[in-house]
């Protein structure tokens, strides 16, 4: 049972490239050092498996059956694949506003552009005070609060069988093992695709990072809801 529990969750995880693309992608383009990436990653992890685990918990006390708490699971599943396809969304919006902002040779002539973009095609190419008051401390947390809503689908079954066993240390064990197996998975992945990064040379598209990154988090959340990521 605990290697089932470990294995799944090692797999779970690697398959889902939403638990790990959106972090690489946002630790290059809000410049996070290597510590904050890994600490909003586990943060974020432990979020995301402990929401699973009291929702199981709870359903099983209740006697909900194994098959609503799996559809449960998968609605909210649907739903936060939305919610991330959103979240690149908006975060593609503000990349495009970021490379108007600060590039100094646009492609656009000025006459297409309206005015207040001119105006802010002049600024200097530096983070204003909303962009790093808001922004910058707004996107973990928003990266968090997705996570913890999200399931592990895989979770419920695991925790079926030590409850029909009255085990409440089983259903402990079980979650700890599943949860340790995620959120290494989770630290692992991120580093490599951290260190990846340093290796590559992004000079030329620096100014496309914040872009980058919304379209990269949006094709993530389209996979979930129509490719099941």
Not at 35 to 62: E, N, P, Q, R, Y
Not at 93 to 106: A, D, I, V
Not at 173 to 196: D, E, P, W
Not at 202 to 227: C, D, N, R, S
């Amino acid at each position: 049972m605990l290697l089932s529990a470990a294995s799944l969750g090692f797999v779970h995880t690697l398959l889902g490239p939403d638990h790990y693309l959106p972090f690489i992608v946002l630790s290059k383009a809000r410049k996070w050092t290597q510590a904050k990436t890994l600490w909003i990653t586990f943060v974020s992890g432990i979020g995301h498996v402990a929401g699973s685990v009291i929702i199981g918990i709870i359903g099983i006390a209740m006697g909900i059956s194994l098959h609503r708490l799996e559809a449960f699971e998968a609605q909210r599943g649907n739903i936060v694949g939305w919610l991330i396809a959103f979240f690149g969304l908006m975060y593609t919006f503000y990349g495009f506003y970021k490379y108007l902002k600060n590039s100094t040779h646009s492609h656009i002539h000025s006459f297409l552009l309206p005015s207040k973009l001119k105006k802010l095609k002049h600024l200097p190419n530096e983070d204003d005070t909303t962009d790093r008051d808001s922004w910058k401390s707004l996107t973990p947390w928003v990266l968090f609060l997705i996570f913890v809503f999200g399931p592990c689908e895989v979770l419920i079954p695991l925790l079926i069988f030590p409850a029909a066993e009255f085990s409440s240390f089983g259903i402990v064990l079980v979650s700890i093992v599943f949860g340790l197996a995620t959120v290494l998975t989770m630290l692992i992945m991120v580093f490599l695709g951290y260190r990846g990064f340093k290796l590559i040379k992004f000079k030329p598209l620096e100014k496309y990072m914040h872009l980058i990154a919304g379209l990269v988090i949006l094709i993530a959340g389209v996979g979930m809801v129509f490719l099941g990521w």
